[in-house]
């Protein structure tokens, strides 16, 4: 038997209030726009970093499987590892130089 489906119905405060889902923290002092903008800029460049920092730990499994097949012996054509041996080289400077651009760009 399936559970009956509830709704929640708005109580008589939320329709005095003109609140219609919203939730208000009374604990905080009021933002000003400037103070905002401000937060949700550092909000956007903490994400962005994060996305960054994201990017680099995926560059350097790539270059961890890179590696792994320019290692790999005569299972792979020689081409494929001779480029995969580049990637394995060259990902790990692409990563420390795509982190010290964001390291330069959070201290300005």
Do not use: C, W
């Not at 905080?28 to 990017?55: K, Y």
């Not at 005569?74 to 651009?101: F, H, N, W």
Request: hydrophobic share 45%; no cysteine; glycine share 6%.
């Amino acid at each position: 038997m399936a559970a009956p489906h509830l709704t929640a119905a708005p109580n008589a405060s939320d329709k005095e209030a003109g609140a219609a889902g919203e939730v208000y923290d009374l604990g905080r002092s009021v933002e000003t726009v400037a103070q905002r903008i401000r937060r949700l800029q550092q909000e956007a460049r903490m994400l962005a970093r994060e996305q960054v920092e994201a990017l680099a730990h995926d560059f350097n499994v790539l270059a961890e499987r890179a590696a792994e097949i320019a290692d790999g012996g005569e299972a792979y054509p020689a081409g494929v590892r001779d480029l995969a041996s580049r990637m394995a080289t060259d990902v790990p400077q692409k990563v420390q130089a795509l982190l010290s651009i964001m390291n330069r760009a959070s201290q300005g």
